[in-house]
């Protein structure tokens, strides 16, 4: 290294006064700069640390005038730092807000900076005097030995130079290595963070993501959920069952496509082992939907008359839970009004037709446009009756509670479905299917008249909320509905022509 002092100079009182407007000028940029980067405000912080520096070398510069040397090295220290904030604030401007949409790989934009910082530093070293080359020249073994010592840097920064380049892993990717799992932060030079999911960050050094196998989990991926059944239940029905629930109504979190499936895993002693297979779509939430389909599962099989206390592997002895008070099949139909005016005689025996059925949140009970010959009595949680428009968009048309009553339109005429009925809570419920009803409407025809009514009666509301009808218009239809309504209800049941 030499120091050629004959290069010291007077201060330039109009290079110092240029230099304050363009550090001022370079504040005021950061400043309107720091709200539109809210993500990546580090390029601004930093230079703006860089004109405070400047500042403080440029008023020690002024300060010390009258020691000319000091005043030289402090005067090129401070625009060398005004440069650097510059550098700073054009790779801003340039990469972060002008190429934003051409998503500029993070490595070329870190590489640039160094290599302008490396020319920013060969020209303040030029301008005092320094003979750069010598320095490179005889610090070969200095090299040698800091290579050492930064190996595992050094190792670290080529790993995050190539898993820039190859581009395998990016923000936002959920990723297993080694044991820790969770979603990509960022991707550095030097060490990649993920987000787990119970919130902590983690920061993996690059040198090991590229020598320990990384699983980028796909944004659909294939989950076995197991259950037990004993020998008794044939498997047929139980896959049955299964896969028609959990196809019926889309979960949180499971794909649609591809279906989910029940298999028989294993035959074991004392049970069967079954395995749900799943899609999921939100890697590291597993539980959330693992929880969904196994709430399914416990649907599906209580309504296919497999409670799921016959699970178990230990016998325990408890006293029976009281049971709750809920209202009894005869009372259900009480309150309806379509079977309020039968005899007593006659509501037990319709009584015995009703099927006690439970539905998960969010399962489907029934489906616009399906085939249906049956009805719902609510004794528990909450249904929405939903209309899919020509839109192909979800109208909200009513909510039933305990008490109330939907699917008659079905039951009694035998028509498609004209709308989708889903569980909103856990739902307890009382099916009535034509069968249960065949033998009370052959015993007493004139009912077919009473449920006329009823049934013209709740079209109406039905059109009035999909149609926005005004009401002149909904009750002309209600009263022309009544009669056609009564002869598909004579024809579905085999009554026609009775009076």
């Excluded at 990469?95 to 530093?121: F, G, N, Q, T």
């Excluded at 659909?220 to 044939?234: K, L, N, Q």
């Excluded at 339109?409 to 419920?429: F, Q």
Aim: aromatic share 8%.
């Amino acid at each position: 290294m030499c120091y050629r002092p004959e290069l010291s100079v007077k201060l330039n009182t109009p290079v110092i006064a240029n230099s304050f407007w363009i550090g001022l000028a370079l504040f005021l940029m950061a400043a309107l700069l720091w709200k539109p980067l809210k993500n990546d405000r580090a390029r601004v912080r930093t230079a703006v640390g860089f004109l405070v520096l400047w500042a403080g070398f440029g008023i020690f510069a002024a300060a010390a005038s009258h020691w000319r040397q000091q005043a030289r090295v402090a005067s090129e220290i401070s625009e060398t730092l005004l440069i650097l904030a510059g550098v700073q604030l054009g790779f801003v401007l340039v990469v972060d807000l002008a190429l934003r949409k051409v998503r500029m790989p993070r490595l070329a934009s870190e590489i640039a900076i160094v290599a302008a910082y490396a020319a920013v530093l060969f020209r303040l070293l030029n301008h005092l005097g320094v003979d750069a080359t010598g320095i490179f020249a005889t610090s070969a073994v200095a090299t040698a030995v800091l290579g050492l010592a930064l190996q595992d840097m050094l190792s670290n920064i080529a790993g995050g130079m190539a898993l820039q380049l190859e581009d395998s892993v990016n923000a936002g990717d959920y990723i297993r290595c080694g044991d820790q799992a969770g979603w990509v932060q960022h991707v550095r030079l030097r060490h990649t963070a993920i987000e787990t999911a119970d919130g902590d960050s983690v920061i993996l050094p690059n040198s090991f993501l590229m020598r320990s196998p990384v699983v980028v989990v796909a944004k659909a991926h294939r989950f076995f959920v197991p259950f037990s059944m004993p020998y008794s239940r044939t498997p047929h029905d139980i896959l049955d069952a299964i896969e028609h629930a959990l196809r019926s109504s889309p979960m949180t979190g499971v794909a649609v496509e591809p279906k989910p499936q029940c298999l028989v895993q294993s035959m074991t002693p004392g049970h069967i082992q079954y395995t749900a297979v799943v899609w999921l779509t939100n890697p590291g939430l597993e539980a959330v939907a693992v929880s969904a389909v196994l709430n399914r599962i416990y649907y599906a099989l209580e309504r296919a008359g497999i409670p799921a206390s016959e699970i178990s592997y230990l016998v325990e002895t408890k006293a029976a839970a009281p049971a709750s008070e809920e209202a009894s099949p005869i009372d259900v139909l009480k309150r309806t009004p379509i079977f309020r005016l039968m005899e007593d005689e006659d509501l037990e025996d319709l009584a015995a037709g009703l099927q006690r059925l439970s539905f998960a949140p969010g399962e489907h009970i029934l489906r616009q446009g399906e085939p249906g010959d049956s009805m719902y009595f609510v004794l528990a949680g909450r249904v929405e009756i939903s209309y899919r428009g020509t839109d192909g968009s979800d109208k909200h048309l009513a909510s039933f509670e305990s008490g109330e009553f939907f699917g008659e339109a079905s039951l009694l005429t035998g028509e498609p479905r004209t709308a989708t009925a889903t569980a909103i809570s856990r739902v307890t419920c009382y099916k009535l299917d034509k069968a249960g009803l065949q033998h009370t409407m052959e015993r007493q025809p004139d009912l077919a008249e009473d449920m006329s009514v009823i049934m013209a009666h709740r079209q109406f509301e039905l059109s009035a909320a999909r149609e926005k009808l005004d009401r002149e218009t909904a009750l002309r239809r209600e009263a022309e509905s009544q009669t056609q309504m009564l002869g598909r209800i004579r024809r579905f049941f085999g009554i026609t022509g009775r009076e």
